[in-house]
């Protein structure tokens, strides 16, 4: 007992949620501890460790993995002393076994466990971990507020920042890439564009140096991530100054990519791409006033596109609320712009709308 109290609450964090994440038993008697769920053994668990550590454990654990706890711990009346022993035994097998896989990797964790628990028990422990194992690279990061996570990685080098946005949600990695320094902005795109596998032995490294400041995660496989998709949905989701200056700079240094990355995009201006039939069903879905100001500054092969695709009334009061509303500021234009460019996406997610490029064979996402 005293062993398990001396872990340190990130070391023990990957077995317990193993514990929590068991295949619920088949329910019988509870004095039966293969009759336990998954949920139950970790409340035990923890009832075990005492309050002090419990309570630091739980900091690294999900707000919903908590309640599921907590509501699992008040559910527990009297723990049978043998539940608690094979529930702490249970726990440094899975934890002697995640440490055999971190220092040699499944195989070698296999061979050793083997020798002390026998071939049925360690295949039943390595297969129990290895689904745990399957966590992405930075998931720690995911669940960091993005403006924390702003002022810890504008520091890092293009590729790093680069590593780490392929591994988050693309609007927190939105969020971050347009608030990263002009000057690195196109290269971080560029070498989130052009990734493709990286190994774990990079992974791993790059988690070592972040470890100080946030908690590290790793994986054994090669992950795929990064590449031209993932940089064409982040900047779908960045603020349209972002996105233009970044591919303006693409186009410069490495025009190739920059235009595959713009096949796969979608501008306002490319509502000329849209049939008429779908156009119009954009025109119900937005505002008036924001589409008003999405027209100042584009060129007329757009304006006529929406022209036509109203009645002759709505377009004449479009162009005099056009005309009317005099100078317009850039910021503004490009915002109601990317608000126009929202609705087109939402409707094409939903398969209202169909938007074709080139001769009509492909399609954005």
């Known amino acids: 007992m005293a062993e398990e109290e001396g872990k340190s609450s990130s070391s023990i964090k990957q077995p317990l949620k193993q514990l929590n994440s068991s295949s619920p038993k088949k329910k019988g008697s ?3 501890y293969k009759n336990l769920t998954g949920r139950q053994k970790a409340a035990i668990f923890l009832v075990a460790l005492g309050s002090d550590v419990s309570s630091e454990v739980m900091k690294h654990l999900r707000e919903d993995e908590v309640e599921t706890l907590t509501f699992e711990i008040a559910r527990l ?4 002393a043998d539940f608690k022993e094979q529930v702490l035994e249970e726990f440094q097998e899975l934890m002697q076994a995640q440490n055999f896989i971190t220092t040699g990797g499944i195989d070698y964790a296999r061979e050793l466990l083997e020798k002390s628990l026998g071939s ?5 422990i390595i297969n129990r971990l290895t689904s745990s194992l399957q966590v992405r690279p930075f ?3 995911r669940r960091t507020d993005p403006a924390h996570l702003l002022n810890f990685v ?3 080098y293009p590729q790093t920042i680069a590593l780490i946005l392929a591994y988050l949600e693309p609007p927190k990695a939105a969020i971050i890439l347009q608030n990263l320094p002009d000057e690195i902005q196109p290269e971080v795109s560029k070498r989130l564009a052009t990734m493709d596998r990286t190994s774990p032995d990079v992974l791993r490294e790059v988690e070592r140096v972040l470890e100080k400041k946030l908690s590290t995660l790793s994986s054994e496989d090669y992950t795929a991530a990064g590449g031209v998709d993932s940089i064409v949905e982040i900047l779908n989701l960045v603020d349209r100054s972002s996105e233009k200056a970044i591919i303006e700079t693409l186009e410069e240094d490495d025009p190739e990519l920059a235009e595959e990355i713009k096949k796969r995009m979608f501008v306002f201006e490319d509502i000329v791409m849209i049939g008429d039939r779908d156009i119009q069903k954009v025109l119900r879905e937005v505002d008036g006033q924001q589409l008003a100001k999405a027209l100042k500054s584009v060129d007329t092969e757009v304006q006529d596109k929406i022209f036509r695709n109203m009645s002759k009334r709505q377009a004449s009061m479009l162009k005099e ?4 509303m005099g100078p317009v500021r850039l910021k503004d234009v490009e915002e109601a712009q990317q608000k126009v460019v929202s609705v087109i996406r939402r409707l094409e997610d939903s398969g209202e709308i169909v938007i074709a490029r ?3 064979d492909e ?3």
């Open 30 to 32: 509870t004095r039966d």
């Open 77 to 80: 009346e009297t723990i049978d």
């Open 120 to 124: 049925q028990k360690a295949i039943d």
């Open 139 to 141: 998931d720690f990061i």
């Open 154 to 156: 504008q520091q890092e």
């Open 321 to 324: 609320d056009m005309e009317y």
């Open 358 to 360: 080139g001769d009509g």
């Open 363 to 365: 399609y954005i996402n």
